[in-house]
């Protein structure tokens, strides 16, 4: 993974210093809230509703063992004893004390972490496959690109103050797995039919109040000019992006209303002026310097068969059950990837306490699994494990309560935080994600469903990603009495589609009984081994409708 050159190293702890001073200014008075408030916003700290929150970077998802322990650290001496993963591959501390967050930059900065960026109308913490460099299906690392885009981005002085808030997502893999199509920018590392390496590039997508799918922009960008061509689509957004409605100000708008071939165009006359200038050209020798800090692992010559796993899985049910769903094939023989899941039955989606953490760290190290990732599902992988340390992993994840085994199933929920935090919020979000768990316990019951992915957001923002949900749940208010929306037929995946609204908002204590009916409407009309996003396509969402407002119509018949 990358590490930091010494100018990396001064100017965060430089900008350490610089913000400790902010605080004590915010502290004695001589600062005011709105005074403070971009300047806490530059640093990635937030005031929710009960408290500040703090967010954290975890550029393209990865940290080291040094680095989870750090964060355990931080939840233990700062917070109340635990982090929040989220969607973007980041963690956020909900309970922070605003004079403790300087200390906090501080003992980020010591292994190399901050929070600059995570906030503000800038260049977001860039995002990436978070099976990056294990998975059979990959063209390329897209860590190394990403770590290019992010040095290129970070501080960039014509994207600092941009119409809005930008998110870059790189993927290098045929099965994306880091919603590519719904980023402001999104990179796919694709082959010609010479068997060369390029970029395709995504521009206009995005969920919230107005959620669209983004566009090709860039069909097949060389490797020396993805700079130039990124730098050409930031910089048609900051000349024509709106700043007059914060509500239409993101890049999607812009692509909406100028239309593809039009972005396209205007995309194209700013990279010819960009390549002109020879400016922006990516160096060979560049691209190689940092692909070096994400050579693969030293991994041991091992057969794919591990005797030692296979008599385990024969001896424990639970073993079997857990590598049915949470491992997954690796591109090297005797090994696998590991899906450490943040979804226990009734728990809180993404959050991990500072012991869990720690032991983590512990395995990694223990298991020489040189990094830990963060995946935009919310959860947590070990992407290098040799399989023969897989039942000694799982026992002692088991123990951590972090073995539930329900990776891609029906209880393995995205949630946003929600009111229960979020100031932004119209309703709760876990409590129903806990509740649909808790209804969908039963292990025969989850596979039996198979693949499905719900998905809540507590508001239109939709950090849950509710757009993309197989099955989609939006909070709403309505005169202070919390609703819920749901959505069908979404997907963040290859096959990107924005799910339908399926009619009026359900109750709170009316929700999960409708997503439960809406499930048996699938497991009535599937086909062979169809999955629920399959069966809504072929059949339309009519036939879930009518199923889902069953008990309202006859609760309105016996009113009659």
Same mark, same amino acid.
């Given at each position: 993974m990358y590490r930091y050159d010494e100018f990396d190293a001064r100017f965060v702890r430089e900008r350490v210093e610089q913000f400790r001073h902010q605080v004590e200014r915010r502290l004695s008075g001589e600062l005011s809230e709105d005074e403070f408030k971009p300047l806490r916003l530059m640093n990635g700290l937030y005031l929710q509703l009960h408290a500040y929150m703090l967010r954290v970077a975890v550029p393209y998802g990865t940290l080291s063992s040094k680095q989870v322990r750090m964060l355990a650290h931080i939840a233990r001496k700062y917070d109340k004893g635990y982090g929040h993963f989220t969607t973007r591959q980041n963690i956020q501390y909900n309970w922070p004390k605003l004079v403790d967050v300087p200390d906090i930059l501080s003992d980020l900065a010591s292994v190399e972490m901050h929070a600059l960026q995570t906030s503000g109308n800038c260049i977001r913490n860039v995002t990436a496959d978070h099976f990056a460099g294990a998975t059979a299906d990959e063209i390329e690392d897209p860590r190394i690109l990403s770590e290019i885009v992010r040095q290129w981005s970070s501080l960039h002085p014509e994207f600092t103050y941009l119409p809005r808030k930008f998110k870059i997502a790189v993927s290098g893999a045929r099965h994306d797995r880091a919603a590519l199509k719904f980023h402001d920018m999104a990179v796919e590392i694709v082959k010609n039919e010479a068997g060369e390496i390029g970029y395709r590039v995504y521009a206009g997508g995005g969920m919230g109040r107005t959620p669209y799918v983004g566009h090709v922009v860039g069909d097949f960008v060389a490797r020396e000019d993805i700079l130039a061509f990124l730098e050409a689509v930031m910089r048609v957004y900051n000349q024509s992006g709106r700043r007059d409605n914060i509500y239409k100000a993101r890049i999607k708008i812009l692509v909406n209303a100028l239309g593809a071939d039009e972005m396209r165009k205007q995309v194209m006359r700013e990279f010819d002026e960009i390549k002109k200038s020879g400016t922006l050209e990516l160096p060979a020798a560049e691209l190689a310097r940092i692909g070096a800090y994400f050579t693969p692992p030293s991994f041991d010559d091992l057969p794919d068969d591990a005797p030692e796993l296979e008599a385990a899985v024969e001896r424990d049910a639970a073993l079997a059950a857990w590598v049915k769903t949470n491992v997954h094939a690796h591109k090297q023989s005797g090994y696998a990837i590991v899906t450490v899941s943040l979804k226990p039955i009734g728990g809180v989606p993404g959050d991990a306490s500072d012991a869990q953490m720690d032991e983590l760290a512990d395995l990694a190290d223990e298991f020489d699994i040189p990094e830990i990732r963060v995946s935009h599902e919310q959860n947590l992988i070990l992407p290098h494990v040799r399989k023969r340390d897989l039942p000694a992993i799982?026992?002692?994840?088991?123990?951590? /309560?972090?073995?539930?085994?329900?990776?891609?199933? *029906?209880? /393995?929920?995205?949630? +946003?935080? #929600?009111?229960?935090? +979020?100031?932004?919020?119209?309703?709760?979000?876990?409590?129903?994600? !806990?509740?649909?768990?808790?209804?969908?316990? /039963?292990?025969?019951? !989850?596979?039996?469903?198979?693949?499905?992915?719900?998905?809540?957001?507590? +508001?239109?923002?939709? +950090?849950?990603?509710?757009?993309?949900?197989?099955? &989609?749940?939006? &909070?709403?208010?309505?005169?202070?009495?919390?609703?819920? !929306?749901?959505?069908?037929? #979404?997907?963040?995946?290859?096959?990107?589609?924005?799910?339908?609204?399926?009619?009026?908002?359900? &109750?709170?204590? =009316?929700? *999960?009984?409708?997503? =439960?009916? %809406? %499930?048996?409407?699938?497991?009535?009309?599937?086909?062979?081994?169809?999955?629920?996003? /399959?069966? *809504?396509?072929?059949?339309?969402?009519?036939?879930?409708? !009518?199923?889902?407002?069953e008990a309202n119509r006859e609760l309105s018949h016996a009113a009659h």
């Open positions: 799982f026992e002692r994840l088991r123990a951590q /309560d972090l073995a539930t085994p329900n990776a891609g199933l *029906v209880t /393995d929920i995205i949630a +946003c935080p #929600g009111l229960d935090y +979020c100031d932004l919020a119209n309703a709760r979000a876990i409590p129903i994600a !806990q509740r649909i768990s808790e209804r969908f316990a /039963d292990l025969d019951r !989850q596979h039996h469903i198979g693949e499905l992915k719900i998905k809540i957001s507590g +508001c239109i923002n939709a +950090c849950g990603h509710h757009h993309a949900g197989h099955i &989609g749940i939006l &909070g709403v208010d309505k005169k202070g009495v919390e609703y819920y !929306q749901l959505q069908l037929g #979404g997907s963040g995946a290859e096959d990107a589609s924005i799910g339908e609204i399926l009619g009026p908002a359900f &109750g709170e204590h =009316e929700i *999960v009984d409708a997503v =439960e009916r %809406v %499930v048996d409407v699938y497991l009535d009309r599937r086909e062979g081994a169809e999955r629920f996003l /399959d069966t *809504v396509r072929r059949i339309g969402i009519e036939p879930f409708k !009518q199923r889902a407002y």
